[in-house]
C-alpha cells in the first residue's frame, strides 16, 4: 500500500494550494481518508477526513473556512485545497486512509509527507 502526496511548497500569506494524495488501494472507496500535519517542534494534529462516498466531511475547527477535503473514488485520488493560507498552517501534510466508515484519528496506512510553508 501506498500513499503519495503532492502539491505542497511554498505561498504567501493568503494565498492557495492544493494538495493531492494517490493512493494504490485497491478498495480505495471503502477507506475513510484523511490528512494531518506536523509542525516542526510540535504533535501531529488532525486537519481534515472524509467519508467513504465523499458525501460527509470533518475539519479541524483551525481550518474551517478555509479549508475543503474531496476525494475521486474512480483515480483513488484525495485532495485538500487550502485557501487564506496562514504562517501558523506552515507544516509538513500527511495523507492517511484507514479501513472502514468510522472516522476515528487511528489510520491504517500513511504517506511520508508533504512540505507546505506559508510565508509572512
Known amino acids: 500500500v501506498e500513499l503519495v502526496e503532492s502539491g505542497g511548497g511554498l505561498v504567501q500569506t493568503g494565498g492557495s494550494l492544493r494538495l493531492s494524495c494517490a493512493a494504490s488501494?485497491?478498495?480505495?472507496?471503502?477507506?475513510?481518508m484523511g490528512w494531518f500535519r506536523q509542525a516542526r517542534g510540535k504533535e501531529r494534529e488532525f486537519v481534515a477526513a472524509i467519508s467513504l462516498s465523499g458525501t460527509v466531511t470533518y475539519r479541524a475547527d483551525s481550518v474551517k473556512g478555509r479549508f475543503t477535503i474531496s476525494r475521486d473514488n474512480a483515480k483513488n485520488l484525495v485532495y485538500l485545497q487550502m485557501n487564506s493560507l496562514k504562517p501558523e498552517d506552515t507544516a509538513i501534510y500527511y495523507c492517511?486512509?484507514?479501513?472502514?466508515?468510522?472516522?476515528?484519528?487511528?489510520?491504517?496506512?500513511w504517506g511520508q509527507g508533504t512540505q507546505v510553508t506559508v510565508s509572512s
Open positions: 492517511a486512509a484507514d479501513w472502514g466508515p468510522v472516522v476515528t484519528m487511528e489510520y491504517d496506512y
Open positions: 488501494l485497491r478498495t480505495f472507496s471503502r477507506y475513510t
